[in-house]
């Protein structure tokens, strides 16, 4: 991992811990806490899975396009680190994909082969329940000693701890509701993100950035924003096509 001051890593965790502010986003939280982490570790990129009401993984956040197709395709082959994660309910630390392949049959070479070295993941746990799992796929040599581990895997148990906690509140059918409206979104999300990237000549992630910082810049929703690029994407000056 870099070196992280005392003060950073706290500003961090005020971040993912602070779940119960009004219009709670649950992508722009998801893609914060990647974000986060992907920022903490070396040559690393993060991408996390929830469960959905019938215990069934689905992608909710990459910290860019490379994991998030990593985190599509272990849902697809049933295969792979994070999997194991959520199903173990115990992280994944220092896999090395080059020689993973009797684990991970079919994501270990794939994985291998797009470039990354090494792996790790996390389950969004507390105590007995495990709601998602977050991967740290790395393309350098950056392997986690027990300080590493312990700092990422209490990131993800405190945003495990928000979201339950938000559950509790708002009980357990609205974030079931929630986490499907998340879904809906995720794939209005991408259709903008596509839309926007061949618009303006540019990269998927790329265009990503400029729908986030549209949406920051005018307190909108991550899917507002993006609604709006698929219907009206002329009421949206600085996204429209140049």
């Not at 082969?113 to 040599?141: C, E, K, Q, Y």
């Not at 700092?151 to 339950?164: F, P, R, S």
Request: glycine content about 6%; some cysteine; charged content about 20%.
């Amino acid at each position: 991992m870099t070196t992280v001051s005392e003060q950073r890593l706290a500003t961090i965790f005020v971040e993912v811990a602070d779940t119960l502010v009004g219009g709670f986003d649950l992508i722009e939280f998801m893609q914060m806490l990647a974000d986060r982490v992907a920022g903490l570790v070396t040559d690393a990129t993060v991408g996390l899975l929830l469960a959905d009401e019938q215990d069934r993984l689905q992608f909710m956040a990459g910290s860019d396009e490379s994991t998030s197709l990593l985190e599509l395709l272990q849902l697809q082959w049933r295969d792979g680190p994070c999997l194991d994660a959520f199903r173990g309910a115990e992280p994944v630390v220092n896999a090395d994909l080059s020689t993973a392949s009797a684990r991970w049959p079919r994501f270990a070479p794939y994985a291998t082969a797009a470039g990354f070295r090494s792996v790790h993941a996390f389950p969004l746990r507390l105590r007995n329940d495990v709601i998602g799992a977050m991967g740290v796929f790395g393309t350098g040599s950056n392997d986690l000693d027990d300080a590493d581990v312990q700092i990422v895997q209490a990131l993800a148990d405190v945003a495990a701890i928000g979201l339950l906690q938000e559950r509790a509140i708002h009980h357990s059918e609205v974030l079931t509701e929630q986490l499907q409206g998340a879904l809906n979104n995720r794939i209005v999300i991408e259709q903008a993100k596509g839309a926007v990237a061949q618009a303006h000549h540019i990269s998927v992630d790329a265009a990503f950035e400029l729908i986030r910082a549209h949406a920051r810049r005018t307190h909108q929703r991550l899917s507002d924003v993006a609604l709006r690029v698929l219907t009206d994407v002329a009421g949206l000056p600085d996204l429209a096509e140049d």
